[in-house]
């Protein structure tokens, strides 16, 4: 796109051939069509299909709804060009909002937000990118309706220093678990290749507010992929915890578990809901590898059980970590208060 | 300690005692609020509203919420004060979350007892191991029976972690207040502590609760806190809790 003085093409507008001049805001500006270069991905098609519904549904928007999407879009400054800022158009403002709640998932809405929103940026502590693993750590968490986008770029060569044109969106909707993202199998979908060790990774992240369409700053970022013995190295260690991934569901008695030792602390974090045959006073769980030496040990926590007819009862559950033939056992077995299953089991458990 | 600066079902003010670790909280608070007034009706989850916290968020644990109750059958006036966890966690910074049941409506006064550990995760490494001692009745007549293997306390710098079963009452002294001593317990403990237990009455639709004390090692629960289903030995009556130790200056 060329953006020329008005003075030489003041109120010429219109196009010919590939060229296009039209006059915005006292500005001339002549652009020249583009084509999209490289092949086309299915998110591109799904994305450009999803613009051009977008642009059309603006048409059906009454003449109160236009006028409040062309009210807000006065306070909000597009990307500045060749240092002049551009002002957005109402329905610029309708289509990019949109076009960002599209991709998260979300509906078109028809009614502009009330107010401008400010959405925090993104910042996160670390990234790990080897050929198994794509893994951001302590993202500064963000609740909803904010959701991470996360861009990265394929493996380039380790020269190259503005590689972030490269990027595609990994996912528009990330939600960090307790300050992790794994993004692995996503990446995989995406670019299709695993991160070669040794090459450069371009990575943009930023928060986007799912209610109102509106993004927080773009945070870039590159990282140099490893192996997976060098993440190790570097400090990388997986969050400890026994859940329905890597329990043996046929034997564990369970609608749902997560035990997480994360916590860095003297008590284990305890979440689920057990169950058991009637005359049983325990539910069994076995994990599919052992637990570290250190992790073995007693926790208390709480319960909540409904019984047969419905009543809520407190408890407390005696949970016993051991390892058994290769593999973890975990049993919970009732302590004080009613008994009955299922029981619902959560909250810290002191460990010892 | 701290005073809570809100909160958005109708409760005054709430004193906090508070043992901030590096990366979790630990919390005690007595919380009392009419459970029919239109600030409690109108909240899907209970709101305290604190100064800034050490940490911004939490995983869920437990508080007892609590509230009196009782019948009179043919001149016996029966105890039927009812306890159960509910969840709370901590929601960000500056707000305490306490998860709220619709059977609590219109229930009266309601007491709330926080005496709970707020965890975070990710935390970068993992637990560690405490060590813990046990907690039995150590006055010369004793007649509680606490389970030697499960009543324990965990005692660290500026908490404690309590978890007491009582097995029985020897039948002399069904009748008694009842008192008991327990030497590994720091004398700067000093908390009403809620006892658990099964509630034997038709039509409870909660664990019944009743609320000893302890301090300065001593433990105490009167005939007339207790309920019949706590009087007959049944129901593995138990606390559970997290005590901030000290922490008392205004």
Known sequence: MIVIPSIAFGG???????????????????????????????????????????????????????QAWENLAKYTSGRSVLGQRAELSGINLFVRLNANRVMAGEAIIADAPETLVNVPNAAYNKVFVTPELVIFLGIEHQPAPNKLVVKMSGSQSPGISNGWSKTVIISPDVEDDWGEADVTQLYLKTIGVEPTPGQKIFIETYWLDTATGFTGQVYKSSTIAITQEQAIAEGYAPRKRVNMDNIDLERSQVESFDLDFSTAAPVVNHSGVLTSKPAEGYSYIYAEAPLERELLGISFCIGRGV??????????????????????????SHRGGTWSRPSEVFGPGIIF | ?????????????????????????????????????????????LEIYVPELNISRSTETGVVMFFEDSIDSYGTHYN??????????????HTICIEKLPFFENKGELTIFIQSLYPQLGQGSNTFKVTKQPLVDSSPDSYLRFNDSDSIIVVRENWVFIHLLLERCDYSHIDDDWEAVFENMPADIDAVLPLLHTASW???????????EVRNQHWTLPRTERSNALQNNTGAPFSFAFIVRGDDEE
């Not at chain 2, 005073?3 to 909280?25: H, V």
């Open chain 2, 202 to 212: 038709s039509g409870s639709w909660f664990t019944g609760c009743a609320r000893p």
């Open chain 1, 307 to 332: 019984t047969e007819d419905g009543k809520l009862m407190s408890q407390s559950v005696y949970c016993h970590l051991s390892n058994i033939n290769g593999e973890a056992h975990l049993s919970y």
């Open chain 1, 12 to 66: 010429f507008s219109g196009s010919a051939k590939d060229v296009t001049a039209r006059h915005v805001n006292g500005r001339s500006i002549l652009s020249v069509r583009s084509w999209p270069t490289g092949p086309k991905t299915n998110a591109q098609v799904v994305r450009r299909s999803s613009m051009s519904k977008i642009t059309k549904s603006y048409k059906t928007l009454t003449a109160e709804q236009m």
């Open chain 2, 1 to 45: 300690m701290f005073y809570s600066t809100g909160n958005n079902f109708g409760a005054g003010a709430i004193k906090f005692k508070e043992a901030r670790e590096s990366n979790y909280i630990v919390l005690n608070a007595t919380v009392t609020c009419d459970s029919g007034c239109a600030a409690f009706l109108g909240a899907e989850v």
């Open chain 2, 80 to 93: 039927l004060n009812k306890g159960v966890f509910v969840k709370s966690w901590i929601k960000d910074a």
